[in-house]
């Protein structure tokens, strides 16, 4: 698993931490479900951030 990918699952955990649920899509876990909005691995790590449930990542 590269760095991208376990900082996907740490921004997955910390947003299901705080009360939202957050649903894979498809097998390869490259878009998630939040309510009825789709996100990216990006726009979830942007949001967890902005949220600040973890701190942002160096791309």
Same mark, same amino acid.
């Not at 649903?23 to 990006?42: N, Q, T």
């Given at each position: 698993?590269?760095?991208?990918?376990?900082?996907? *699952?740490?921004?997955?955990?910390?947003?299901? #931490?705080a009360?939202?649920?957050? /649903?894979?899509?498809?097998?390869?876990? =490259?878009?998630?479900? *939040?309510?009825?909005?789709?996100?990216?691995? #990006?726009?979830?790590?942007?949001? /967890?951030?902005?949220?600040?449930?973890? =701190?942002?990542?160096?791309?």
């Amino acid at each position: 698993m590269s760095d991208d990918a376990d900082s996907v *699952i740490d921004a997955v955990a910390a947003l299901r #931490a705080a009360g939202i649920a957050v /649903a894979p899509i498809g097998e390869e876990l =490259e878009r998630w479900r *939040i309510g009825d909005l789709i996100f990216s691995d #990006a726009e979830l790590l942007r949001l /967890a951030e902005s949220r600040g449930l973890m =701190e942002a990542c160096d791309d």
